[in-house]
């Protein structure tokens, strides 16, 4: 009886393998197509907007720390570089209050769109003219 190569358990596995390292890189490669097509026809959102969201986050972080440092929210922003009576800045450099299209964030202590539980901190994308701010959509 002639024995075919295929028909070995050990052929069988090798086989195996290698349609799952093909399906695998079939995958990603469907992932990066889907990725590029993305960036190049703006499928995705902006990074730019993801990173104007997390600092303005962290700029009503850092209105809260003046808030317990000093009993109240600053006046404007700037107050965080360098707060009245002294003292250490909360923030360490003027680019931390600026958004990413080079403007400085806009802020209203009141908080309107946080309902007056937290600080409301946003920018403008000059591109779409998108609002994006420190509060849930």
């Known amino acids: 009886m002639i024995e075919i190569e295929n028909d070995k358990p050990e052929s069988r596995k090798r086989l195996l393998k290698s349609e799952?390292?093909?399906?695998?890189?079939?995958?990603?490669?469907?992932?990066?197509?889907a990725s590029l097509m993305g960036i190049l026809f703006g499928g995705?959102?902006?990074?730019?907007?993801?990173?104007?969201?997390?600092?303005?986050?962290?700029?009503?972080?850092?209105?809260?720390?003046?808030?317990?440092?000093l009993g109240k929210y600053p006046e404007e922003l700037d107050k965080l570089l360098k707060p009245p009576y002294g003292g250490p800045p909360i923030l360490h450099s003027p680019p931390d209050i600026i958004d990413n299209w080079g403007h400085n964030f806009h802020y209203d202590?009141?908080?309107?769109?946080?309902?007056?539980?937290?600080v409301d901190v946003w920018a403008v994308d000059p591109k779409t003219e998108k609002i994006i701010g420190n509060w849930e959509k």
């Open 20 to 33: 799952h390292i093909f399906l695998i890189f079939a995958a990603l490669t469907v992932v990066v197509v």
């Open 44 to 69: 995705f959102d902006d990074s730019n907007g993801c990173s104007a969201r997390s600092s303005a986050e962290v700029i009503a972080q850092a209105c809260h720390l003046y808030k317990l440092r």
């Open 109 to 118: 202590p009141s908080g309107p769109h946080n309902k007056g539980e937290n």
